[in-house]
């Protein structure tokens, strides 16, 4: 337990006297070194919660939180299954779901394609509102109409306009497991644009009649889907589906159809997090280097006290006072420097790029035109943690360094 003594000697030796300007200049480098490295921790981390919530979004916004299907990707009697999956505690809708790989062509120009064979009627409860139509609407796709919608990067590619007829060539699978082409010939009623190049550059839409025909599938389907009203609930609502609609059915999600992306922006942030530590970690160096100064010119000052009665222990706590407010000081102002800055990212940047004539995601170039930032009060308490931490254990070395001065040695000379 620190004593009134203890605590006031170590503040009194934060106070800089004339010769002891340069130990004071290190001390308030410490302190702001620790308070741009927390700050800088808190923002970047903010911006890639901001960026992972972006691309979660983005990428559901053309699929759904969660699949449930049959053996080998063919599932019947699926009316049934979505009644019973929209049951389930938690889910909102669910649609039935057909998903096939191909070449699509108009004209001459022939390119990859994701194509996705979907019901309207359930769709529409399930992504139609996230679905950024640019021309036409769901309901254009009809059963038996051979109606297609295309992502606008893939109709740009294609030069397709409404109207327009493309060709699709799609692999079915036939009895002896092997592959006979297929061609069918659509016409294009719409285009969405989701904003993820994934979903505009190679994913079309149509009725799932029509997929269910050319894949020989009849009045199956390969899936159903399903979306969650919480997304971060849907591996459980998954779980719970496959526990309770027994043998023969599968789930799958989000988290594991998109892992790659998310994986990726996870360790992005570690490697952000030990990059910024680095700040951090020279400002407790920072702070060992002060007080290694702050004891030598203090020793005989050392061994009054030890003379006066002081044990080790209350000379450890002298320094370790001096230390921690360094420490603790540069922490608490990054933390609220850095929730400041996080909570504002949207009006700083935008403020910036204006001020110095440039954008710093121009939209030709990136989905995204705007920093995202999503504060987690997580990472603000961990990363508080961690830098108090820090900083304590950087006072151990020159507080102990302190207490084991002789004081007979120290004086011998005065």
Do not use: C
Not at 61 to 86: C, I, N, P, Q, Y
Not at 329 to 347: K, M, Y
């Amino acid at each position: 337990m620190i004593n009134p003594v203890e605590l006031f000697v170590g503040l009194r030796y934060l106070r800089a006297k004339r010769r002891t300007r340069f130990v004071s200049f290190i001390t308030l480098i410490s302190l702001i070194g620790i308070a741009l490295g927390v700050a800088a921790l808190i923002v970047i981390l903010s911006v890639m919660n901001g960026f992972e919530g972006e691309l979660r979004g983005r990428l559901l916004s053309m699929s759904a939180h969660g699949s449930v299907f049959g053996e080998k990707g063919v599932t019947r009697d699926w009316e049934t299954l979505v009644e019973d999956v929209g049951s389930e505690p938690g889910v909102t809708a669910a649609a039935p779901f057909i998903q096939m790989e191909g070449m699509i062509q108009s004209g001459t120009e022939l390119f990859a394609v994701l194509v996705h064979g979907v019901d309207p009627l359930y769709e529409q409860p399930l992504s139609g509102e996230m679905i950024n139509m640019v021309e036409g609407n769901l309901d254009v796709l009809q059963a038996g109409g051979r109606s297609i919608i295309l992502g606008r990067i893939l109709a740009y590619d294609l030069g397709a306009r409404i109207g327009d007829g493309v060709v699709l060539l799609i692999p079915r699978p036939v009895g002896d497991g092997t592959l006979e082409p297929v061609l069918e010939r659509f016409v294009l009623r719409g285009v969405f644009e989701a904003g993820l190049q994934d979903h505009d550059g190679v994913l079309a839409l149509v009725h799932v009649s029509d997929a269910a025909t050319i894949q020989g599938l009849g009045e199956a389907v390969n899936a159903v889907r399903f979306r969650a009203d919480d997304v971060m609930t849907a591996p459980a609502i998954a779980r719970a589906l496959e526990a309770r609609l027994g043998d023969g059915i599968s789930t799958s999600d989000w988290t594991i159809e998109n892992g790659s992306y998310f994986r990726a922006i996870r360790i992005e942030k570690m490697m952000m997090s030990l990059i910024l530590s680095l700040i951090i970690g020279v400002a407790a160096f920072n702070i060992v280097a002060s007080l290694v100064m702050v004891v030598t010119d203090k020793t005989t000052d050392i061994a009054v006290l030890r003379t006066l009665g002081m044990g080790p222990n209350g000379v450890v706590r002298v320094f370790f006072v001096q230390g921690a407010m360094i420490g603790w000081s540069g922490v608490l102002i990054g933390v609220l420097l850095g929730i400041a800055l996080a909570l504002n990212v949207p009006v700083i940047v935008p403020f910036l790029e204006q001020a110095l004539g440039f954008q710093i995601m121009p939209g030709d170039v990136y989905y995204v035109t705007r920093i995202p930032s999503e504060l987690e009060w997580r990472d603000v308490t961990v990363i508080s943690i961690s830098a108090f931490v820090l900083t304590s254990l950087a006072t151990l070395y020159p507080a102990r360094r302190a207490a084991l001065i002789n004081p007979a040695e120290a004086l011998r000379y005065e």
